[in-house]
């Protein structure tokens, strides 16, 4: 489906999928769906720098990303659970944790991602 939502972002940075995939921790708990993960890294693969630097502030919790990228990937968590089907992704930003939930299918995946990301810049 891909990641084609406008979205203008004021002193956004470029931020590259490969290194945001080899610096944040992946978490599974409980018994997740054995193919979230990579559903996961497929889309944060197919997204332009745009939605990787929504789907940061959407975990951090801040409007700007003024921090080190270093930093930010390295802090970044991603818990995958089996707590319930086809709801929307949350953010803890305290904490830098991102919760996936269940999903049936990769699409569905992708369509709540981008709901959550377009909900949390409004």
Known sequence: QGCDIAVAL???RHVHAA???????????????????SWFDEFLLECDSTILSL???FVSGMPRLSEPWGYMER????????????RMPTAMPAFRLHTIPGY?????????????????RA
């Open 10 to 12: 004021e002193g956004s």
């Open 19 to 37: 290194a945001l995939l080899d610096n944040m921790r992946k978490v599974p708990l409980g018994n997740p769906h054995p193919e979230i993960m």
């Open 75 to 86: 802090h970044m968590r991603v818990v995958f659970t089996d707590n319930g089907c086809d």
């Open 55 to 57: 789907l940061l502030r």
């Open 104 to 120: 049936s299918d990769k699409r569905t995946l992708v369509e709540k991602l981008l709901q959550a990301l377009e909900v949390a």
